[in-house]
């Protein structure tokens, strides 16, 4: 499936960074991918854009043809979203119980899953950074989505039993600050499952800079070892870690594919990954 990249006109605001996981700032190039590149923390191996484009850079690619893109793709992008939440045993974690429960999708885009959530009974919300993508699932879904970023939509405390973002956290410049958010508004015990990009899985090591997820929209790339160690650093309790994806669509024989997606699921050298962790 292809992968949304913005191409932005003429030059953005950057700035460099320290590590967000380990807080080094001793960097080697890695990945020259044309135009920007990724970078690899000597102390923890974390790859990231360094320098990288600023928030208000960031802000304008969430365009109309950004939405455009996750309108065409929105089943495509749910499916994905209910496979992921079935591999962490989602459905098991939270029997039917006639008990009131909040979930939070942050990056909700038009807000399929919101809305399939509020279905199952849930008291369901979105946040969206891409407003014409949250107005559209705000009129023509009828959710509760609020326009901006998870921080300007300044949620109570321990407001959300669980807290959701898929394919959200590589995009953000400071994935540290939003997990001390999304802490502070998960109740004691809540969940909060991450889906991203799984740099240490096989597509990445194989492909590298051409590795579809290597673009120029994603600031950090995160490895199993480097995702959970930010996590635990803001005090979440690893519950679950889970892979998909072996082999990209026509990059071999139908065979090669089945058989390495079904090892990069047992393996967890999947090319996406899923990780369930717990405010302690
Ligand atoms: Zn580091």
């Given at each position: 499936?292809?992968?949304?990249?913005?191409?932005?006109e003429?030059?953005?605001?950057?700035?460099?960074?320290?590590?967000?996981?380990?807080?080094?700032?001793?960097?080697?190039?890695?990945?020259?991918?044309?135009?920007?590149?990724?970078?690899?923390?000597r102390?923890?191996?974390?790859?990231?854009?360094?320098?990288?484009?600023l928030?208000?850079?960031?802000?304008?690619?969430?365009?109309?043809?950004?939405f455009?893109?996750?309108?065409?793709?929105?089943?495509?992008?749910?499916?994905?979203?209910?496979?992921?939440?079935?591999?962490?045993?989602f459905?098991?974690?939270?029997?039917?119980?006639?008990?009131?429960?909040?979930?939070?999708?942050?990056?909700?885009?038009?807000?399929?899953?919101?809305?399939?959530?509020?279905?199952?009974?849930?008291?369901?919300?979105?946040?969206?950074?891409?407003?014409?993508?949250?107005?559209?699932?705000?009129?023509?879904?009828?959710?509760?989505?609020?326009?901006?970023?998870?921080?300007?939509?300044?949620?109570?405390?321990?407001?959300?039993?669980?807290?959701?973002?898929s394919?959200?956290?590589?995009?953000?410049?400071?994935?540290?600050?939003?997990?001390?958010?999304?802490?502070?508004?998960?109740?004691?015990?809540?969940?909060?499952?991450?889906?991203?990009?799984?740099?240490?899985?096989?597509?990445?090591?194989?492909?590298?800079?051409?590795?579809?997820?290597?673009?120029?929209?994603h600031?950090?790339?995160?490895?199993?070892?480097?995702?959970?160690?930010?996590?635990?650093?803001?005090?979440?309790?690893?519950?679950?870690?889970?892979?998909?994806?072996?082999?990209?669509k026509?990059?071999?024989?139908?065979?090669?594919?089945?058989?390495?997606?079904?090892?990069?699921?047992?393996?967890?050298?999947?090319?996406?990954?899923?990780?369930?962790?717990?405010?302690?």
């Amino acid at each position: 499936m292809k992968t949304f990249s913005t191409v932005p006109e003429g030059p953005e605001k950057s700035e460099e960074i320290h590590c967000p996981v380990c807080g080094g700032a001793d960097f080697k190039k890695k990945w020259d991918c044309g135009g920007f590149s990724f970078s690899l923390c000597r102390s923890c191996r974390l790859i990231l854009q360094n320098p990288q484009p600023l928030f208000e850079a960031l802000d304008k690619r969430y365009d109309e043809e950004y939405f455009r893109y996750e309108r065409e793709n929105d089943r495509i992008f749910f499916n994905l979203m209910i496979k992921g939440l079935s591999d962490i045993g989602f459905d098991s974690l939270y029997p039917e119980s006639g008990v009131e429960r909040n979930f939070l999708d942050i990056g909700c885009a038009t807000g399929f899953l919101v809305w399939h959530m509020q279905n199952k009974g849930w008291s369901s919300r979105g946040v969206e950074i891409c407003g014409p993508a949250a107005e559209w699932g705000i009129r023509e879904r009828r959710i509760d989505i609020r326009i901006g970023t998870v921080e300007q939509a300044c949620f109570a405390d321990e407001s959300f039993d669980v807290v959701h973002c898929s394919h959200l956290i590589e995009h953000l410049n400071d994935p540290a600050s939003f997990l001390d958010e999304v802490y502070r508004i998960l109740k004691p015990g809540g969940r909060f499952i991450c889906t991203t990009p799984n740099a240490s899985g096989l597509q990445a090591r194989f492909f590298k800079s051409r590795w579809r997820s290597a673009i120029g929209d994603h600031m950090f790339l995160f490895s199993i070892e480097t995702l959970s160690r930010l996590l635990v650093g803001k005090s979440f309790t690893i519950e679950k870690v889970k892979t998909w994806g072996g082999l990209g669509k026509g990059y071999g024989p139908a065979y090669l594919k089945v058989f390495l997606d079904r090892m990069a699921k047992k393996l967890n050298f999947g090319d996406v990954m899923i990780i369930s962790s717990r405010k302690s």
